[in-house]
């Protein structure tokens, strides 16, 4: 790519890889490259069997503001990639076509990151907005620094939520419940107390606290660790995980089908500047693009 990388692929220390999000000019929005260049280094940490332990850090005040609302060429900038999930059809109309392409950038590439046989842990500072939610949650372990707060503001949008509806396995159903009815901003001691987050430690502790945890359980038997990982995971998926994210995906393109039928968008557009206003300044509509919606 041309321009500044995205994403930075970095080894602190050995055995350890730190994935960086590096846009935080936009706050660490999420555009279509940043997406996939997020993807490419998760699967470079994967593949390099000198790397036992993944953390995902973010440069800048906030670890990310959830997707680029801005972006105005996503079909376009999708053409250069090939697609990872095996999803396809993303010119499609409709529901078609927009349900390909968050089957392959959000849920397609979060499950992936959740399932990569190394432990990840996820160094959050900041605002964790949104699709921001969908760059941590799928890490293993999270740490927060203390400035850290965690909100789904899409509620407001007339979506049910972000696209990963992880929320009542990360929060339990009522907090979940007061996140996406309220849109409660949930703090980082808050995030603890609920299991949501590992540690808090101050701001200025956060790569430290990350670096000598990922060392401490890179002493450890990679393949144990990867078993044990598989366990745990697999317990969520024997409870049903999968059905209920695939169910709420499909209730999240009800929502985004209806919009379109009632305002001819895939949200709705009062939303932008009551509860989300906090977080996309105005003129933030791309969206507004009824033709590439
Ligand atoms: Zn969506």
Redesign the pocket.
């Known amino acids: 790519m041309a321009n500044a990388d995205y994403i930075l692929f970095e080894r602190p220390a050995e055995h350890i890889a730190r994935i960086v999000l590096n846009r935080p000019e936009a706050r660490n929005a999420q555009d279509t490259r940043f997406l996939y260049e997020l993807n490419d280094a998760y699967e470079r940490a994967a593949q390099d069997e000198s790397v036992k332990v993944i953390i995902t850090a973010a440069n800048g005040p906030h670890f990310s503001s959830g997707h680029d609302l801005r972006e105005r060429d996503h079909l376009e900038t999708q053409d250069r990639y090939k697609p990872v999930t095996g999803a396809t059809g993303y010119r499609r109309p409709g529901a078609e076509g927009r349900m390909a392409r968050?089957e392959e950038l959000y849920t397609g590439f979060c499950e992936r990151w959740r399932n990569i046989p190394k432990p990840t842990i996820a160094a959050v500072q900041g605002k964790c907005v949104a699709g921001g939610l969908m760059l941590a949650w799928p890490s293993d372990i999270i740490i927060a620094a203390d400035d850290a707060v965690f909100e789904d503001v899409t509620l407001m949008l007339g979506?049910p939520g972000v696209?990963l509806f992880a929320h009542p396995w990360e929060l339990g159903p009522r907090k979940a419940k007061e996140m996406l009815f309220a849109g409660a901003q949930i703090g980082a001691e808050e995030a603890r107390q609920m299991g949501m987050v590992n540690r808090v430690v101050p701001r200025a502790n956060l790569e430290s606290a990350t670096l000598e945890l990922a060392q401490q359980i890179a002493l450890r038997p990679s393949f144990a660790l990867r078993l044990a990982k598989l366990a745990v995971n697999n317990t969520q998926d024997a409870q049903g995980r999968p059905a209920a994210l695939t169910a709420a995906f499909a209730m999240?393109h009800i929502g985004?089908s209806h919009c379109m039928e009632v305002f001819g968008l895939p949200v709705d557009p009062s939303g932008v500047h009551k509860g989300v206003s906090a977080t996309y300044k105005a003129g933030d509509e791309p969206w507004r693009q009824k033709a590439k919606a």
């Open positions: 968050e979506i696209e999240h985004h």
